[in-house]
């Protein structure tokens, strides 16, 4: 019995709760609790409630700004350099978004690049703000140096995730969300907390070599970047790391590379770079959605490998967690992620606390 099903309700009102307890406006409280949430709800433990007490502790440090808006610093009919004024990721990452949109809405393509944002939960959240508009979304972002480059010993590049969005029929999409590093820092995190060993081929210790153990990951050694070693294509996805940084950290000037400061050590500002991008497929070929819808269709419909396990697309593994989710009737979360939370909110003082009277079995 070492998990607990909780609603997205009561999930999204405690977070709220402990970033207004330090602090944070209202409606900042809200755009970062929905952003986690979003990210449980879809099956991203990694980046949802798991991480609720760095953004209490950034808030309460004052590393991160609490009040003001983000500010657009330049423009055009297209594009956008914003000025996220410090404030929490989720904030900079909605105001971006919904900019991005509106210039696509207006010239078919919104381009956005932030500098002065902080952590801001699952890119997918952003690129899938389009889908409501039928367009295409992308969504970039830095983050501290945690992956350890191809032949590298030293952490250079962040997970620098990349998502992308695509509308299809009937409300069905393409969403990609993926870290350039094999796995996001979180899920090592997790498994670190729990007690367990991690896969080959998700990180490497203080020599550059692979590891199964979690502490050597997190104390000296690194990430990995997709594809693990040189011999199975690590390099492609030391390239794409190096890719959103172009696209964050340069475009944006903001800090990069190893220039971010360490994860988790709030000494200055953190300054990352994020882009968000919008497409209006409306300014291109006629019957965007009918070919995405087939384009689905072909990968789904063919015979897989394994009858028990049909091919997916990007987003669907998120859809069948989201529909689960509902089928119980809230999220499941670990038991010690809720008490370590529960922990975090009494230190400030916050109440009620999560519930942890609905425990399940694995």
Known sequence: MSRCLISKVEVQGFIERCMTGVGTKQHHARSLAEVLVEGDHRGHYSHGLNRMDMYVKDIQTGIC????????????AATALVDGKNLLGPVVGNFCMNLAIKKAKEAGIGWVVAHGSNHYGIAGYYSMQALKENMIGMSFTNTSPLVVPTRGKDCTLGTNPISVAAPAKDG???VLDMATSAVALGKVELHERRGDTIPEGWGCDAQGKLTTDPKKVLSGGGLVPVGGSEATGGYKGYGLGMMVEVFCGILAGAQYSNH???????DRVANLGQCFVAINPENFAAGFADRMSDLLSIQRGMEPADPS????AAGDPERMNMKKCEEMGGIPY?????????????????????????????
Not at 260 to 266: L, P, S, Y
């Open 172 to 174: 069905d999409s393409f």
């Open 309 to 312: 396990c049909p091919v997916l």
């Open 334 to 362: 670990h038991i010690n992620v809720v008490n370590y939370m529960n922990e975090c909110a009494k230190r400030v003082g916050v109440s009620p606390l999560l519930p942890c009277d609905n425990l399940i079995s694995n």
């Open 260 to 266: 971010v400061r360490t994860w988790k050590v709030t």
């Open 65 to 76: 700004a609490k009040d003001g808006e983000p500010v657009v610093e330049k423009e055009s």
